[in-house]
């Protein structure tokens, strides 16, 4: 249970940060359901949509897996060559010429392939068309061909060059004891948590922004509050390495003096958000993710990924990025 | 009518934001016709524009509709066709191999058909081009064909590309009393709509802008002026349920006091500007809306959009947008 | 000739707006030449390029006009299509099977069209390639052909999607007598000139800059000297319709008590940069333009671009851009 | 050796611009490795990647060479065909009709022949499939040629279209005398280097930054500290010409009174970074490079890469952009 003290501490800091400009409203979180789901995206069902939108459609082929992504291009390359063999084996299966199967299946199956080869416009042309129906259905099928894979084309492109930063996140968030030798005297706890580029390509100018979202009793209804929390350092120029981002949980941290029940009572939830700039396109990218009070851990410390080569070169290892050590940690 | 003291404070407003800034100049607006159409584009004839301009063709083309825009590429796939075809028919018919009908219709016909069989360079080659005109008519077309299809492949991609945000808005905009729990207990009055993104995709950083349009007498010339609304909140990090967009009618409002018949005199027109970034290209985006003044309603409040799933999921409804309820409003 | 007064102000405004943060160096103009071209690129010559460079080949391939790009396609279409001519003639003319012809020019002539044939994948069939020479140099020729237009598809898209605005700029640049009905009474001249769109598109947020560069005898030597000029209004929401950007000519103004004659001994030179977005691909495009002195006119004011229809709906004309109609202006 | 003053001077310095914002943390530098390449890439090897990624397969074919690429492309498309070919010797090598060879290796250049001319949808039609098994291949086939061409299509785009900038920069940075006529007359010494634009198209709004890196010895432990470096100019409108940029080392330089001993002592490095605008797309671009203390040189100016021709007109010859003068220089 949050005392009295606590749960006014917390009222002053929703004032100065009032929670309606996050954009999530204030409805409770009773049931237990975090926000934002670990690929950042809005943990919310929406209804209503128009059932067909060409825009949806795209936005789905643009950011599909790379598996689904191929299993649709060639399901409907396989349907779209269905669709039309069975247009020339209804309408004018015998106006095909050159072909040299009997049966009915074989017929269709040539068929089938004549009109693939329409269809990626090979066309080798010992089957080709003769009658006018089966010319202008062959005209039009190698014309949709054509601007299938003109539509393949962009697919593609959007698909690679979409600004998308892969990050490493720690798989958990840390509250434990730190020092920083310069700055941080008076802070000797801290929320923490990792993160690493995953890609081969430079992330730059790159901003951390954390949010702190939890369940608050107004007038015995209860709300979901959102505030800002302050980072040591929230801006770097360079992601070379790992960027351990630290939150000091001084006085003036909303964080102050909780202690791990609180913060399962209040249903914790920790938003982050990553904005960044990709140097192989210069394009601005951003990235979030969030950590529930499950994937919280006090009293640990993370684990450096960077060791140097006998030549005395730098060298960062990807797969420490969760690698952490439990410390002694006495807290409230 | 207007009392003096209005139009005095309307005066002062002017002056604070002088209404040059905004692009639309002073030229009044007695025939009442809106400035801003409902999709964003100004209501504006341009004349003296140059008859044939590429990009403005590219841009159409863009901007159209889908169905338009499916019209237009398989028209001018069937036109530039028919041109070859008759290229072919009244240069060179006989040097078109492999013909096998024997009527002049039917001859024609089947020279359309190579037409279209080299226009996609599906080429089958039972009709095969023989003479020196046949087939440099040939080369020339089926380049053509590939030219059409790499322009047909950019233009798929700049439309899918572009960079649109499909915002729902409120058909109404109101006025009604506002009391936010926390901040503006002093206007209890507030001019609002409502937005929410009708697409899958994520919008962030989103924000809005509402501008004031109204007529002026200045000097007995009727003029046109602008004015900024000042916004509660205009600026969220997510736009994940809906928006409702908050002016309060204080004191410093232009519109205080106003009251109906006022806004009907003045012609008044509410300009929105929303500018939002869209999470799959990360691309800036822009949408602009107006509210006429005959789109103002009185005395009403939103209904929610937002409700819970069994499960506890939050769930947004994108037909309720515009759904209100009228409310006792006792108004000047 | 300037006073010793002038001078003084000159070196003064200098001294606050340092020359060499415009990038063009303090070297002298005498020889009359203007800084920067009217489309607004600097009029340098470079040498010491690297002779042959991809990205210079590409940049300007998007650059260049239509009717130079369309000559360059179908000219880098016909020089390859001729060079695989030749390779089949010399190499293997007896391989490709189907020819017809006999005579020396006719069969080089059909292997021409048979290379045309290959290049845009037509593949017709009547011709083809039987040796194993023929048949590797096809096979190369097919897919540089598909290379080709893999790149002219590129090269397409990215002539239609580059950001551009096409401005309308007037003619000339006024000096005349300007009184602002609220603003600027104590500013009895400005320098103005005008600007509205060329195209169909919208552009938002709209800024403009001017930049006043003259000659300056720094101990005996002429040097070039830039510095900005205050505008009344220097940034739109909308470039709706057209609009006059003007730079009072007050007691700050370095142009303050200059005459005619001045600014031609001066050598003035106004440079034009216009900021803005493209609402289309919601795109940052920048304009420049200079004014030389010679463009400069005395006492004039623009007419205005804009009427109304019987209808009441605003039209602008935007031939009337360089209209203007000459006032008295006793000026120093 | 550093004296304690100078020690003193860099801990005051680094503790106003605090190291960690660099994102490069605070690893010594003993092994006398720089921590920038010339390219502006980071000095570090990643291990613990996943194997496969078909983000950094891409980032690579957009990044690496032109000759690479092609050679990349060409293999692919060679490897492709062999594979086909061998599916359909080994599966269906009779069903391939139109054959005229015999012997089993020309039998298979024959069908590696058809492969090819299927992957490319050339499909002349003399060599055409006929049994299922081969057919089905061959549709297969002529698809992936149609999508490997799509991908091409935008590699060939994507590597065209990336914002990259080429700028030329001095191969040495020096330090030497330097008085600007206006303002740095309190700056005797000063740290210079030079770029220009190396290709035709326009940079502007160029910004410049740079890093002093070096190391220090902290309680007995060397650590690698980092710490801006004041430009007497940090940003100009228009890279017209050449830009030397100047950081003037007075009394608040960390360069000050520091020997050319004691930078090689400190292993001090000069990071680059120049952000732009690149006119053609209007695109942000980034540019890195970096200054090892074995590239400065004491006492040198740079020879002005701007002449006049003889009509008058401005000349700039990229040759010359590291040509450098020794000039007498008594140092610290």
Known sequence: MLSENRLKKLN????????????????????????????GSANINRIGEPRFNVVNI??????ISWT????????????????????YYFLCPDTIAGMI??????????IFFFSSQSLTTVGYGRLNPTGIIASSI????????????????????????????????????????????TFSKEAPTALMFRITNARKNQLIEVEAMVLFSYNQNVNGVIQR?????????????????????VHPINEESPLYN???????????EFMISIKAIDDTYVQ??????????????????????????????TIIDLKKISQIEKIEFEHA
Chains 1, 2, 3, 4 share one sequence.
Not at 58 to 63: A, P
């Open 12 to 39: 002053q800091l929703l004032n100065q940060n009032p929670a309606s400009e996050f954009g999530f409203g204030n409805t409770s979180n009773e049931s237990g359901q975090r926000i934002l789901n670990k690929d």
């Open 58 to 63: 795209y936005h789905s082929l643009i950011t």
């Open 68 to 87: 689904k992504f191929i299993f649709v291009v060639f399901s409907f390359y396989f349907i779209l060559n269905l669709i039309f063999s069975l247009l």
């Open 101 to 110: 199967y009997t049966t009915e299946l074989e017929k269709f199956l040539e």
């Open 138 to 181: 062959a005209g039009i099928e190698s014309m949709m061909g054509l601007l299938g894979f003109a539509l393949a084309t962009g697919l593609l492109y959007g698909r690679f060059s979409r600004p998308t930063a892969k990050l490493l996140y720690s798989e958990n968030i840390i509250i434990a004891p730190y020092a920083h030798p």
């Open 225 to 245: 509050k959102f505030t800002n929390l302050k980072l040591e350092i929230s801006k770097i120029n360079f992601l070379a390495l790992s960027w351990t981002i």
């Open 258 to 268: 909780l202690a791990e029940k609180d913060l399962e009572e209040l249903e914790a």
């Open 284 to 313: 601005q990218i951003f990235n979030r993710n969030s950590y529930y009070w499950k994937e919280l851990i006090w009293g640990a410390k993370f684990i450096s990924m960077v060791t140097k080569s006998d030549t005395g070169k």
